[in-house]
Nanobody
């Protein structure tokens, strides 16, 4: 059974850093895109970052460019989100999302989320 587990969230002051991790089990995900989304209270879930399955391309939302870095470690089925220069507006539940094709079927997996709170 496929399972994605996020960790690394917490409470930090503005200007601080956090590193989120998302570890997957139950399958090899080296050919999957690994993405990050977040959802702030009262708002819709929004895109944060995407790491292509080849590892050659990573995309970020405009508000995260230059502050967040997403990397993946395929041998560990893990994707990381390094978040620097955090601001209160980054407060949200952060979710990882793996997307790919397995046995000719589209698959879309989500983690349970990890809370990130930035104090001013």
């Amino acid at each position: 059974q496929v399972q994605l587990v996020e960790s690394g969230g917490g409470l930090v002051q503005a200007g601080g850093s956090l590193r989120l991790s998302c570890a997957a089990s139950g399958r090899t995900f080296s050919s999957y895109d690994m993405n990050w989304y977040r959802q702030a209270p009262g708002k819709e879930r929004e895109f944060v970052a995407a790491s292509s399955w080849s590892g050659g391309s990573t995309y970020y939302a405009d508000s995260e460019k230059g502050r967040f870095t997403s990397t993946r470690e395929n041998t560990r089925n893990t994707v990381y989100l390094q978040m620097n220069s955090l601001i209160p507006e980054d407060t949200a539940i952060y979710y990882c999302n793996f997307v790919g094709i397995h046995s000719k079927r589209f698959e879309d997996y989500w983690g349970q989320g990890t809370q990130v709170t930035i104090s001013s």
